[in-house]
């Protein structure tokens, strides 16, 4: 199994655990008569998790919405080109995201969720840290594979709704 | 800063650059030249933030109880059922068609998931029945916007996170014009079939459209499941979400008994993906949307609009045109997470009812998906029809016209989209 396997395992996962979350909101407060404070918090704790491990392992295949109807006009080693400064941009972007997640993950380290007091803020701030990592890494990988002429573009439609 | 912002951006997006990463580039370099200090940590602060709100994690559980109720195999009955409903009309496999996604919008909420999974089935029977390929792509195109019109809608979660205002009353208020789409397609359908002869179905015996009305009973519950919950209180828009994929689960292993282990798990891997190119997207647009405003912008563009005109239907007609040209070029989501923000303050100064312009933002966007050169239903019928990128386009445009007019009539009377939330929410205040 690849990182890139594994990683959406995970994502399948952790929607798999916002979906429960969600359901036992109901259960708790129309069945059970007792309103969960802790759910809705986890369920967007879960959210952002989705969200950023997902973001991560689709930046391998570059699946995220883009615009590419100019780009295509252009000749291979152009568009080779615009790919590797677009990457090369991303990388000084997520660089920046991820010094500020983890200067976010190191001072909240102990401050905790509020209606969930074993999960700390510091905790979601390093999993943004590490999936930032990640897409560098994805990033790094694409632009290795570019110019040594064995990068692959997938096709974007398959991850846009 | 107002440069570098919109420059910016727009230079990024033509160059390829993945959308919420130009929206996040574009927001760093305005804040740059903008002279305030700039700390990092405000990058994963904000995007994380703008994904803090519960309403939007109806989005990934919608689109999950859409895949599995398409896994299921419910299309096929839901368009059968259509069929027996009315295909008996002057070009009925083409009713049929429409009147089976106003009812899969009902469970799916996403114009481009009800043209990738029914329009297949719908545009084999169109050409097995005979009808041009061509009209059967333009009416396939036009009845997939039926989706996020009639609720549930993935794009009013998505306007109701970037504008504050309620998905229940935003879900109600697209009731009444997906209704009058689906009328306004049919219409054109009757007008089309007249005309060129196209074939209709022979009338059902009662004991096929019993049949077929019992196969497709249950999942056409979904949406009267989902409604009756949150109008009466019991679930929000966001438990509701899970109550659907409760209900997809439920019909799709035990009832239809079509779903294994395996088709499960691509199932929550898909939509995990894609719900996390969405939620990308939105967490970048929150960065965007707290330096938009910070810039200024919005302040400028309001008082630009209003020393035009303070008048409610002239400012929204304004913005529907502007609109109508951004969605040709942009993703329904993005625009509306960069100009709801921006529109909404002028509209509600006016005294538009944000309902009625969130409802009348969302149709406007959903014509960009039949419009050239980013329409992605244009793009999904390209590549399930077999037909040229250009002929598709042809095509559609006609179908533009019944979709537009319907925008004009809830422009014009509001009281289509604000009647039924305030009928059974009362008036908001």
Same mark, same amino acid.
């Given at each position: 199994?690849?990182?890139?396997?594994?990683?959406?395992?995970?994502?399948?996962?952790? @929607?798999? =655990?916002?979906?429960? /979350?969600?359901?036992? %909101?109901? /259960?708790?407060?129309?069945?059970?008569?007792?309103? *969960?404070? +802790?759910?809705?918090?986890?369920?967007?704790?879960?959210?952002?998790?989705?969200?950023?491990?997902?973001?991560?392992?689709?930046?391998?295949?570059?699946?995220?919405?883009?615009?590419?109807?100019?780009?295509?006009?252009?000749?291979?080693?152009?568009?080779?080109?615009i790919r590797i400064v677009n990457r090369l941009l991303m990388i000084t972007f997520m660089v920046l995201f991820a010094k500020g997640a983890w200067t976010n993950a190191m001072f909240n380290w102990e401050v905790d969720l509020?209606?969930?007091? +074993?999960?700390?803020?510091?905790?979601?701030?390093?999993?943004?840290?590490?999936?930032?990592?990640?897409?560098?890494?994805?990033? %790094?990988?694409?632009?290795?594979?570019?110019?040594?002429?064995?990068?692959?573009?997938?096709?974007?439609?398959?991850?846009?709704? | 800063? &107002?440069?570098?912002?919109? $420059?910016?951006? $727009?230079?990024? @997006?033509?160059?390829?650059?993945?959308?919420?990463?130009?929206?996040?580039?574009?927001?760093?370099?305005?804040?740059?030249?903008?002279?305030?200090?700039?700390?990092?940590?405000?990058?994963?602060?904000?995007?994380?933030?703008?994904?803090?709100?519960?309403?939007?994690?109806?989005?990934?559980?919608?689109?999950? *109880?859409?895949?599995?109720?398409? %896994?299921?195999?419910?299309?096929?009955?839901?368009?059968?059922?259509?069929?027996?409903?009315?295909?008996?009309?002057?070009?009925?496999?083409?009713?049929?068609?429409?009147?089976?996604?106003?009812?899969?919008?009902?469970?799916?909420?996403? *114009?481009?998931?009800?043209?990738?999974?029914?329009?297949?089935?719908?545009?084999?029977?169109?050409?097995?029945?005979?009808?041009?390929?061509?009209?059967?792509?333009?009416?396939?195109?036009?009845?997939?916007?039926?989706?996020?019109?009639?609720?549930?809608?993935?794009?009013?979660?998505?306007?109701?996170?970037?504008?504050?205002?309620?998905?229940?009353?935003?879900?109600?208020?697209?009731?009444?014009?997906?209704?009058?789409? %689906?009328?306004? @397609?049919?219409? &054109?359908?009757?007008?089309? *079939?007249?005309?060129?002869?196209?074939?209709?179905?022979?009338?059902?015996?009662?004991? /096929?459209?019993?049949?077929?009305?019992?196969?497709?009973?249950?999942?056409?519950?979904?949406?009267?499941?989902?409604?009756?919950?949150? +109008?009466?209180?019991?679930?929000?828009?966001?438990?509701?979400?899970?109550?659907?994929? =409760?209900?997809?689960?439920?019909?799709?292993?035990?009832?239809?008994?079509?779903?294994?282990?395996?088709?499960?798990?691509?199932?929550?891997?898909?939509?995990?993906?894609?719900?996390?190119?969405?939620?990308?997207v939105i967490a970048a647009a929150s960065l965007f949307g707290w330096v938009l405003l910070r810039s200024g912008m919005t302040t400028h563009i309001a008082d630009v609009m209003l020393a035009f005109s303070q008048d409610p239907?002239?400012?929204?007609?304004?913005?529907?045109?502007?609109?109508?040209?951004?969605? =040709?070029?942009?993703?329904?989501?993005?625009?509306?997470? &960069?100009?709801?923000?921006?529109?909404?303050?002028?509209?509600?100064?006016?005294?538009?009812?944000?309902?009625?312009?969130?409802?009348?933002?969302?149709?406007?966007?959903?014509?960009?998906?039949?419009?050239?050169?980013?329409?992605?239903? @244009?793009?999904?019928?390209?590549?399930?029809?077999?037909?040229?990128?250009?002929?598709?386009?042809?095509?559609?445009?006609? /179908?533009?016209?019944?979709?537009?007019?319907?925008?004009?009539?809830?422009?014009?009377?509001?009281?289509?989209?604000?009647?039924?939330?305030?009928?059974?929410?009362?008036?908001?205040?």
């Amino acid at each position: 199994m690849t990182v890139k396997n594994a990683l959406e395992k995970l994502n399948a996962l952790i @929607l798999l =655990c916002m979906f429960c /979350i969600t359901t036992l %909101t109901v /259960i708790f407060r129309s069945v059970l008569s007792t309103p *969960a404070s +802790w759910s809705e918090d986890l369920a967007q704790l879960s959210f952002i998790l989705l969200v950023f491990v997902g973001a991560a392992t689709v930046m391998e295949d570059e699946g995220h919405i883009r615009i590419t109807t100019l780009v295509e006009r252009f000749g291979p080693r152009t568009r080779r080109a615009i790919r590797i400064v677009n990457r090369l941009l991303m990388i000084t972007f997520m660089v920046l995201f991820a010094k500020g997640a983890w200067t976010n993950a190191m001072f909240n380290w102990e401050v905790d969720l509020g209606t969930v007091d +074993w999960i700390q803020i510091g905790h979601m701030y390093m999993s943004l840290f590490v999936c930032s990592l990640l897409m560098i890494l994805y990033l %790094t990988l694409n632009i290795v594979r570019d110019i040594k002429g064995t990068y692959q573009q997938s096709d974007r439609l398959n991850a846009t709704i | 800063m &107002i440069f570098v912002l919109t $420059l910016g951006m $727009l230079v990024l @997006l033509l160059a390829g650059m993945p959308v919420a990463m130009a929206m996040a580039l574009s927001s760093v370099a305005a804040l740059l030249v903008s002279g305030m200090p700039f700390n990092p940590t405000i990058l994963s602060t904000k995007m994380q933030f703008g994904l803090q709100n519960f309403v939007l994690v109806g989005i990934p559980l919608f689109i999950l *109880a859409a895949k599995l109720m398409n %896994t299921a195999g419910i299309t096929d009955r839901i368009f059968r059922f259509a069929g027996t409903m009315v295909g008996f009309l002057p070009g009925g496999l083409g009713h049929s068609n429409v009147v089976a996604s106003l009812i899969f919008s009902g469970m799916s909420g996403a *114009a481009v998931v009800d043209a990738a999974s029914l329009g297949q089935i719908e545009l084999e029977a169109m050409k097995k029945a005979g009808y041009p390929k061509k009209f059967s792509v333009a009416i396939t195109a036009g009845s997939s916007t039926i989706g996020p019109i009639f609720p549930p809608s993935i794009p009013m979660i998505v306007f109701s996170f970037a504008s504050g205002e309620s998905v229940g009353r935003l879900f109600l208020g697209g009731v009444v014009p997906g209704l009058l789409m %689906t009328l306004a @397609l049919m219409t &054109i359908i009757t007008i089309r *079939a007249r005309k060129e002869n196209l074939p209709r179905e022979p009338f059902p015996t009662l004991a /096929i459209a019993t049949r077929s009305f019992i196969d497709a009973l249950l999942p056409m519950l979904t949406p009267v499941i989902l409604l009756s919950c949150i +109008w009466s209180g019991i679930v929000t828009p966001t438990e509701a979400a899970a109550v659907a994929v =409760c209900y997809a689960l439920l019909i799709g292993l035990f009832v239809m008994r079509e779903l294994s282990f395996r088709q499960l798990v691509h199932v929550f891997v898909e939509t995990a993906k894609e719900s996390a190119v969405i939620g990308f997207v939105i967490a970048a647009a929150s960065l965007f949307g707290w330096v938009l405003l910070r810039s200024g912008m919005t302040t400028h563009i309001a008082d630009v609009m209003l020393a035009f005109s303070q008048d409610p239907l002239i400012v929204l007609l304004i913005i529907s045109v502007f609109l109508f040209a951004i969605g =040709c070029f942009l993703d329904s989501t993005i625009a509306i997470l &960069i100009f709801a923000p921006i529109f909404l303050p002028v509209a509600m100064s006016v005294g538009i009812d944000p309902i009625h312009f969130g409802v009348a933002m969302v149709l406007n966007l959903m014509l960009g998906l039949l419009t050239p050169p980013f329409g992605m239903v @244009l793009f999904v019928m390209t590549h399930i029809s077999g037909l040229k990128f250009d002929e598709v386009v042809r095509a559609t445009l006609p /179908i533009l016209v019944p979709l537009i007019a319907v925008l004009m009539l809830i422009i014009v009377f509001p009281v289509l989209v604000t009647g039924l939330p305030n009928m059974l929410m009362g008036v908001a205040q």
